[in-house]
C-alpha cells in the first residue's frame, strides 16, 4: 500500500551497534532527522571490547551494568567474514589487519568504525550517553501520532538531558543481560561464581577446578581456554548427547570432563550433578545465554518481555499498537545478522517516510498469533521465540522493501561453516572445505565492484 511520501521525522536511535549503525544510515538516508545515543566513548556494541570488568557485579543482576560487551579476549567470529557485513559494504581484508577469514572480535569492531566513516555517521551519535527512560509524550495516542519523550544522561558531565521525537528505534542489542539458571544453594555457595558476560580471559582460573555450566558455544571455547591453565575443568551440559567436535575435543584433555547438570550446590564446595556424582569445586563459571531486557522502556504494558519472548511484536520489529513509533532492530538471532538488520531498517525508515504502510492492527495482531501457535505445534519453548534458524524468513522480510534475497553462495557458505564447526571444533575457524564457493563469492558484484583503493582503505 502507498501513502504520502517524504514525511520527515525526528528519530532516536538507542545503540551504535551494528543494528543501531545501519538504523541512522537507513534513516538519514530516508530523509529524517537523526539522534544515535549511545552510552559507550565508541561505536560498535557489543564488539567494542571492554577488559574493564572491576566493579562489575559477577553474575549481572545490575538494572543498568557498568559493562555492556561480553566479548572476551580471545574470542574470534563464528562466521566467515565473507557473509558478515552490509550489502554495499563487504567485510573485506585490510593492509596490516587481521586477514582471517574468522578473525578476531577486533577486526569487526574496526569493520564498524570505518562503516560510520565511510557513510558520515558519527556526527549523529552522542557518546557517554546513557538513556534513563523512553515513554510516550501522550499514552491515549495512537501509531503514527505518538511522539516520545526521552530522557539521558550524560555521564560525563552528569547533565540529564530530557527531549521529545517522533520516533525511537531500540537497537540495543541482546548479549548484555546475563541469563542465570535457578538451582538449589545457588545463592548460599561461598566460593566463586561468575557469568561469561565479565569472563575476560582463564588466568583467574589458574589451577582451580572450574565447573562450565552450559554447553553453547561460549561454553565449548571458554572450556578449550580454561584446560590450559585450570587443574580441572568440568562441562555441564542439559544433555550428554554431545557433538562430534566436542567429544574429540575432550577426548584429548585429560582434565576436561562433561557433566550432566547440576542438581544442587553446597556450602562445604560440593557441585551434585543429576546423576548424584559430585565434585569440590572452586569456581562456577554460567556460560548460560542472554535475557533481552529494556530496563528504560515504559510503554505501559504494550509491549513487554515475558521468558525472553518480546511482545507482542509483528515480525520480530513492530509493537502494532505503537508502530511505525517505535521498533526493535536486532532482535532475531540464530540468522545471518547484518544483511537482516539493514532490511529491518530501511522498513522502518521506510514506514515513518511514509513511503509504504503496515497492515491495520488487527492483521498485524492475527499474524502474531498465527506465528505464536505455529511455534507451540512445533514444540518451540518461549524463550526460543526469536530464533530464527531460516534463510526463507529472511528472504520473505527483506520483500517488505524491495531488499534483495540472501546470494545462493551466502547461504552455503554459512551452512558449511555450521558443519564444519560441528565437525572440528577446534580447527573449523583456520580449516574448511569451501574453498570452491569461496572462490564463486569473491568473483561476484558484491566484492568485485566495490574493491577499489578509496573503498577498501577510507
Given at each position: 500500500?502507498?501513502?504520502?511520501?517524504?514525511?520527515?521525522?525526528?528519530?532516536?536511535?538507542?545503540?551504535?551497534?551494528?543494528?543501531?549503525?545501519?538504523?541512522?544510515?537507513?534513516?538519514?538516508?530516508?530523509?529524517?532527522?537523526?539522534?544515535?545515543?549511545?552510552?559507550?566513548?565508541?561505536?560498535?556494541?557489543?564488539?567494542?571490547?571492554?577488559?574493564?570488568?572491576?566493579?562489575?557485579?559477577?553474575?549481572?543482576?545490575?538494572?543498568?551494568?557498568?559493562?555492556?560487551?561480553?566479548?572476551?579476549?580471545?574470542?574470534?567470529?563464528?562466521?566467515?567474514?565473507?557473509?558478515?557485513?552490509?550489502?554495499?559494504?563487504?567485510?573485506?581484508?585490510?593492509?596490516?589487519?587481521?586477514?582471517?577469514?574468522?578473525?578476531?572480535?577486533?577486526?569487526?569492531?574496526?569493520?564498524?568504525?570505518?562503516?560510520?566513516?565511510?557513510?558520515?555517521?558519527?556526527?549523529?551519535?552522542?557518546?557517554?550517553?546513557?538513556?534513563?527512560?523512553?515513554?510516550?509524550?501522550?499514552?491515549?495516542?495512537?501509531?503514527?501520532?505518538?511522539?516520545?519523550?526521552?530522557?539521558?544522561?550524560?555521564?560525563?558531565?552528569?547533565?540529564?538531558?530530557?527531549?521529545?521525537?517522533?520516533?525511537?528505534?531500540?537497537?540495543?542489542?541482546?548479549?548484555?543481560?546475563?541469563?542465570?539458571?535457578?538451582?538449589?544453594?545457588?545463592?548460599?555457595?561461598?566460593?566463586?561464581?561468575?557469568?561469561?558476560?565479565?569472563?575476560?580471559?582463564?588466568?583467574?582460573?589458574?589451577?582451580?577446578?572450574?565447573?562450565?555450566?552450559?554447553?553453547?558455544?561460549?561454553?565449548?571455547?571458554?572450556?578449550?581456554?580454561?584446560?590450559?591453565?585450570?587443574?580441572?575443568?568440568?562441562?555441564?551440559?542439559?544433555?550428554?548427547?554431545?557433538?562430534?567436535?566436542?567429544?574429540?575435543?575432550?577426548?584429548?584433555?585429560?582434565?576436561?570432563?562433561?557433566?550432566?547438570?547440576?542438581?544442587?550446590?553446597?556450602?562445604?564446595?560440593?557441585?551434585?550433578?543429576?546423576?548424584?556424582?559430585?565434585?569440590?569445586?572452586?569456581?562456577?563459571?554460567?556460560?548460560?545465554?542472554?535475557?533481552?531486557?529494556?530496563?528504560?522502556?515504559?510503554?505501559?504494558?504494550?509491549?513487554?518481555?515475558?521468558?525472553?519472548?518480546?511482545?507482542?511484536?509483528?515480525?520480530?520489529?513492530?509493537?502494532?499498537?505503537?508502530?511505525?513509533?517505535?521498533?526493535?532492530?536486532?532482535?532475531?538471532?540464530?540468522?545471518?545478522?547484518?544483511?537482516?538488520?539493514?532490511?529491518?531498517?530501511?522498513?522502518?525508515?521506510?514506514?515513518?517516510?511514509?513511503?509504504?504502510?503496515?497492515?491495520?492492527?488487527?492483521?498485524m495482531m492475527q499474524s502474531i498469533k498465527e506465528f505464536y501457535h505455529s511455534?507451540?505445534?512445533?514444540?518451540?519453548?518461549?524463550?526460543?521465540?526469536?530464533?530464527?534458524?531460516?534463510?526463507?524468513?529472511?528472504?520473505?522480510?527483506?520483500?517488505?522493501?524491495?531488499?534483495?534475497?540472501?546470494?545462493?553462495?551466502?547461504?552455503?557458505?554459512?551452512?558449511?561453516?555450521?558443519?564444519?564447526?560441528?565437525?572440528?571444533?577446534?580447527?573449523?575457524?583456520?580449516?574448511?572445505?569451501?574453498?570452491?564457493?569461496?572462490?564463486?563469492?569473491?568473483?561476484?558484484?558484491?566484492?568485485?565492484?566495490?574493491?577499489?583503493?578509496?573503498?577498501?582503505?577510507?
Amino acid at each position: 500500500m502507498v501513502t504520502v511520501r517524504n514525511q520527515s521525522k525526528h528519530v532516536c536511535v538507542i545503540g551504535s551497534g551494528p543494528s543501531g549503525l545501519v538504523a541512522a544510515r537507513e534513516l538519514r538516508k530516508e530523509g529524517h532527522s537523526v539522534v544515535v545515543l549511545e552510552q559507550n566513548h565508541d561505536v560498535g556494541g557489543q564488539w567494542l571490547y571492554d577488559p574493564d570488568v572491576e566493579g562489575e557485579d559477577p553474575l549481572g543482576r545490575n538494572t543498568f551494568g557498568k559493562v555492556h560487551s561480553s566479548v572476551y579476549a580471545s574470542l574470534r567470529l563464528i562466521s566467515p567474514r565473507e557473509i558478515m557485513g552490509f550489502s554495499d559494504f563487504p567485510f573485506l581484508v585490510k593492509k596490516d589487519r587481521d586477514s582471517r577469514r574468522f578473525p578476531g572480535h577486533r577486526e569487526l569492531f574496526l569493520y564498524l568504525k570505518d562503516f560510520c566513516e565511510w557513510f558520515g555517521l558519527r556526527e549523529m551519535i552522542r557518546f557517554n550517553t546513557r538513556v534513563e527512560y523512553v515513554g510516550m509524550l501522550d499514552s491515549g495516542a495512537i501509531g503514527k501520532d505518538l511522539k516520545w519523550v526521552v530522557r539521558s544522561r550524560e555521564m560525563k558531565a552528569e547533565k540529564v538531558v530530557e527531549e521529545v521525537f517522533d520516533a525511537v528505534v531500540v537497537a540495543t542489542g541482546h548479549y548484555s543481560q546475563p541469563k542465570l539458571p535457578s538451582i538449589k544453594g545457588m545463592d548460599s555457595w561461598k566460593r566463586k561464581q561468575m557469568h561469561s558476560h565479565i569472563y575476560r580471559d582463564p588466568q583467574p582460573f589458574r589451577n582451580e577446578v572450574v565447573v562450565v555450566v552450559g554447553n553453547s558455544l561460549s561454553g565449548q571455547d571458554i572450556s578449550m581456554e580454561l584446560v590450559d591453565v585450570a587443574k580441572d575443568a568440568h562441562l555441564s551440559s542439559k544433555s550428554l548427547d554431545i557433538t562430534e567436535g566436542l567429544s574429540k575435543v575432550i577426548s584429548k584433555h585429560d582434565n576436561l570432563h562433561l557433566r550432566p547438570q547440576i542438581e544442587s550446590l553446597h556450602e562445604d564446595g560440593r557441585v551434585l550433578f543429576v546423576d548424584g556424582s559430585w565434585i569440590i569445586a572452586d569456581s562456577i563459571l554460567y556460560c548460560t545465554g542472554y535475557s533481552y531486557r529494556f530496563p528504560f522502556l515504559d510503554t505501559k504494558g504494550t509491549v513487554g518481555v515475558d521468558d525472553d519472548r518480546v511482545g507482542p511484536l509483528y515480525e520480530h520489529t513492530f509493537p502494532p499498537s505503537l508502530a511505525p513509533s517505535l521498533s526493535f532492530v536486532g532482535i532475531p538471532r540464530k540468522l545471518i545478522g547484518f544483511p537482516f538488520f539493514e532490511s529491518q531498517a530501511k522498513w522502518i525508515a521506510q514506514l515513518l517516510s511514509g513511503k509504504i504502510a503496515l497492515p491495520s492492527w488487527d492483521d498485524m495482531m492475527q499474524s502474531i498469533k498465527e506465528f505464536y501457535h505455529s511455534r507451540d505445534l512445533a514444540g518451540i519453548p518461549k524463550h526460543n521465540t526469536h530464533d530464527i534458524g531460516e534463510f526463507e524468513y529472511c528472504d520473505r522480510y527483506g520483500d517488505n522493501v524491495g531488499f534483495p534475497h540472501l546470494e545462493e553462495w551466502k547461504k552455503q557458505i554459512c551452512l558449511s561453516a555450521i558443519v564444519n564447526a560441528v565437525a572440528n571444533l577446534e580447527t573449523y575457524r583456520d580449516s574448511w572445505d569451501d574453498d570452491e564457493l569461496l572462490q564463486e563469492a569473491l568473483q561476484t558484484p558484491y566484492f568485485t565492484q566495490l574493491q577499489t583503493e578509496a573503498f577498501t582503505d577510507p
